[in-house]
Nanobody
Framework: VQLQASGGGLVQAGGSLRLSCAASGGTLSSYTMGWFRQPPGQEREFVAAISRSGARTDYADSVKGRFTISRDNAKNTVYLQMNSLKPEDTADYYC??????????????????????WGQGTLVTVSS
């Protein structure tokens, strides 16, 4: 499976961006999907995850209420809608795919090592 992230760019604080992650060579509907980010000079960190059906979503506390993860399985694409952006949201954003099966009764994986396939990063820069 190959993942292609897009939608990054430069935005002012308080603005919005929508990131997309399109898949080829596989069907995203079979997998849990996640978004991670890596701020400059820092380690990669969890942002959000969504279950196979979209019935469950989980977020990092730092983005809860501002970001929304969603998926369109018919388009084989996962999205990250980012609103009320802050300068501290500046980072390379990565989408990732987890091939393991997860019940939606517990929190979805939030560690990078749980994910098996990764897209390239798309840079989001938020100016103050």
């Amino acid at each position: 499976v190959q993942l292609q992230a897009s939608g990054g760019g430069l935005v002012q604080a308080g603005g919005s961006l929508r990131l997309s992650c399109a898949a080829s060579g596989g069907t995203l509907s079979s997998y849990t999907m996640g978004w991670f980010r890596q701020p400059p000079g820092q380690e990669r960190e969890f942002v959000a995850a969504i279950s196979r059906s979209g019935a469950r979503t989980d977020y990092a506390d730092s983005v809860k209420g501002r970001f929304t993860i969603s998926r369109d399985n018919a388009k084989n694409t996962v999205y990250l809608q980012m609103n009320s952006l802050k300068p501290e949201d500046t980072a390379d954003y990565y989408c990732a795919l987890d091939t393991a099966w997860h019940t939606i009764m517990v929190r979805l994986p939030a560690t990078a090592t749980a994910y098996d396939y990764w897209g390239q990063g798309t840079l989001v820069t938020v100016s103050s």
